[in-house]
């Protein structure tokens, strides 16, 4: 078009381009075909449709008695066919052997707004044809569910982004298993590279154990962050100036872009971070702390991600499981080991979708389940960590026996636990009318000897005991980590005898006007950490003074052999100097840093 100006002139010829669509989407082709015997689960119709392309809010599908509108998972659309597809098994469908589906097709509309005419047609199941297996099924169980993204087999899995210049998303590009892993993506050079693991609170009690699977380069520079009793703490994965105070490192990293599995002893560390540590994780995130060291396109894979579960099987475990299928399901095959991929065995069989286990069990297992559907087609096994501890502690008086004669200056008993731990935090010392938890100077636990002990004179406000005085005290509320008692309080007691009084007076000095920062003789409890790579451990066989010393041993070659000796900040003018006593061998490098 173009225009004749007053004086004669044409303007430029202006062109406008558009489209005219007056023909609405016509379905070509449906799988299965009107009328015919069919085993198959997924739903097919192709159109013609070359104009605006159809509005797929105006899709609606009608199966029987169930309808399905547009949004709906089941439902897909390949814009590159133009080809609507249903998903019968995704959505818990069940048909019979031979029975009449009725489906059809609503009116829908293209984008200009023509509307087609509705599509019925019907067809026959047939258990005959049918060959696709059912799906793996999903496991529930009694305790607390497991976190952390599993496989990344469905969407709702995924993690979330913590920072601007990450892509995150599920792939199917070769996982360590099953069909999808999640992917990492830097697409800023040192850019906010980070993810959220797990967004809301929860008890390391609960997840003592964190594992993974991974795929990452040389290059990749990421460590794992939480938050921890209002503080950040990291444990070392790959990154290489964390700020952070750290948990622990991951042992044995490689880097070589081939999948490897890691396991993180997460209820260890916490417990180790501190004499009574809360055990609440505010959220868990892999994040590039310090300097952003990743490069644009730097890409880190993970899969089978999970925060293993715990909890106690004293009173038995429950299981259920859910799979569907279009035949439906007709029988179960479960193993419980410690085997992380078996295949259950098919010929013992049970008609149930769940299973009880009544008797108490203690460990690191798994659960493996697979299912069969009703024309006989096996499920992929699916495979559940768990962890169950079916035992309390136990709990033993040695010394001094009961209602004995002496002036002992502590009770020693011996608390051990066969799997998962003591928590210590739970315990009560009950002497009198006064209580001592872990926290107190009196009470001294050592895990490593498995050694409790209430210690009278660890405090300036000991009182005297008068010659013939009876002292009686009990342990109570003493537990595992599972949440498993013991049975019974442990109670104690003995006659104050000054004549059987063979131990000499302990000398506990106090100075208000020239306070120590630290006087660790190791003797009560061990209050160094370690950073992932060192043993540390109490050790009676030599010292400088004392019965005690400490013991730090390297856990590999070339490892991470870091203690934090104290990590709470302090003036140096008014501590000037550091003492010590020390025995170092021939060929250990170590040095102070502050």
Known sequence: MRAKMADAQWTPTAHYAFHVDTKPPQPTNVVPRNGARWGGSTLRIAFDEDGSGINLKSVVMKI????????????????????????LQSVGVTLRDGELVRCKLLPLSDRAGN????????????????????????IKWSGPQPLGGGGFETPEQCWESYGQDVVIKRVQYQPASGQYCLMMQCIKDGGAFGAYIHRQPFDAR????????????KHLRADFVLSHSGNLRSIHFADNDNPFIPLGSVTDVQRDERWHHAEIPLLKWVSNSALNPPMRINWLT??????????????????????????????????RWMATDVSGISAS????????????????????????????????????????????????????????????PRLQLIKPKLNARGAPSEVVMKLTDD????DVAQMRIRIGKRLFDITSQAVVYDRERGELRWRHLCTSTAPAWADGMRIEGVVENVRDYAGNA????????????????????????????HAVLLWQDFERNIPWRSTGGVKIVKDGSTSAGGQCSVRITNAQDGGNMNVIVCDEPFDARMYPILRFDYRIPPGVRLDFVV
């Not at 690191?364 to 169950?388: C, E, I, M, Q, T």
């Open 286 to 319: 892999i994040q590039d702390m310090g300097w952003r060291g990743n490069a644009e396109g730097e890409t880190a894979y993970f899969d089978n991600f999970v925060l293993v579960p715990l909890t106690s099987s004293a009173r038995g475990l429950e299981f």
């Open 206 to 217: 609960q997840y003592p154990i964190i594992a993974f699977d991974y795929r990452i380069s």
């Open 419 to 422: 799997f998962i731990g003591v």
């Open 486 to 513: 013991v049975r019974k309080p442990l109670q104690f007691a003995f006659i104050v005898d000054y004549q059987y009084d063979d131990e000499p007076p302990e000398v506990i000095v106090e100075s208000p006007t």
């Open 64 to 87: 029987g008695t169930h309808v399905f509108q547009w949004g709906h998972k089941a439902l897909r659309f390949d814009a590159s066919r133009n080809e609507l597809a249903l998903n």
């Open 333 to 392: 095959a479960y193993r419980i080991d410690h085997h992380p991929n078996t295949n259950p065995s098919t010929k013992r069989k049970i008609q149930a979708t769940h299973v009880r286990i009544a008797k108490p069990i203690s460990g690191d297992f798994y659960l493996h389940v697979k299912v069969r559907d009703g024309a006989g087609n096996w499920s992929a096994p699916s495979h559940f960590r768990f962890l169950a501890d079916g035992q309390p």
């Open 115 to 138: 509307v087609s005419k509705p599509l019925e047609w019907h067809w026959r199941m047939s258990y005959r044809l049918d060959k696709q297996p059912p799906c793996a099924p999903i």
